[in-house]
């Protein structure tokens, strides 16, 4: 008996340590697709999916279907890879479940970012907030997107904010130090001078190969071009 007791005990273990993993998998897998979102990098984004004819991007304008309407929808946008191009979408506050059987799973994010997209002779910016409410679905050991939902909660821009104008505290004044900042704020060594911020198009080399093919990412050569 007590052997029996020990042997489901160490069952049960088991499984519970194979849950975290997959949580830990499809939070990778998430976060992956939000970082891939930012340049828009449309072949990493695809092959993060399941290729099932179920596969689904549902928005408030209309759903798409399968690899073609993934290929449709991600491959349109930015299409020229444009460096002043931007979709930020931090993916925040998860909430992710196993399927008993463990073959699919759900999420729940809070997505909230800035975006600048070129249109005409100029550029819109703005930021977004909404939800998703994701599906996964795994694949010979493999994690992968299979349903996306995204509701968006507000949106607005930089020029308008979200406080009464009469309200809107004034701007603090720099400090003393070179460069307008503190003397406390001087770091121990100078910067790398290489162009991280907006619009340069520069991507932050990953640390990790696609989740989905094990392949390298395509920022080295985006970053020299």
Not at 192 to 212: A, M
Request: aromatic share 12%; hydrophobic share 35%; with cysteine.
């Amino acid at each position: 008996m007590a052997e029996k007791g020990l042997e489901a005990k160490v069952k049960a273990m088991e499984k519970e340590l194979q849950r975290l993993k997959d949580i830990e998998a499809i939070r990778k897998l998430e976060h992956a697709y939000s970082f891939y979102l930012v340049m828009w990098m449309p072949d990493e984004i695809i092959d993060l999916f399941t290729d099932r004819s179920d596969t689904m991007l549902e928005w408030p304008e209309g759903t798409f279907y399968g690899k073609d309407g993934l290929q449709r929808f991600f491959g349109n946008i930015n299409p020229n890879k444009d460096p002043e191009f931007m979709h930020q979408m931090m993916h925040l506050s998860d909430v992710i479940d196993i399927a008993e059987d463990g073959k699919t799973g759900r999420g729940r994010w809070w997505g909230f970012g800035a975006m600048a997209l070129p249109m005409g002779e100029g550029v819109m910016q703005a930021f977004a907030c909404g939800i998703y409410e994701n599906d996964f679905i795994k694949e010979d050991g493999v994690w992968k997107l299979w349903k996306i939902k995204w509701v968006p909660v507000y949106s607005g821009t930089p020029a308008r904010g979200w406080v009464k104008e009469e309200r809107l505290a004034k701007p603090r004044p720099p400090g003393e130090g070179a460069g307008g900042l503190p003397d406390w704020w001087k770091p121990d060594k100078p910067p790398k001078g290489i162009p991280y911020g907006y619009p340069s198009g520069y991507i932050l080399p990953f640390h990790f190969k696609h989740p989905v093919t094990g392949k390298e990412t395509t920022e080295e050569k985006r970053n020299k071009s």
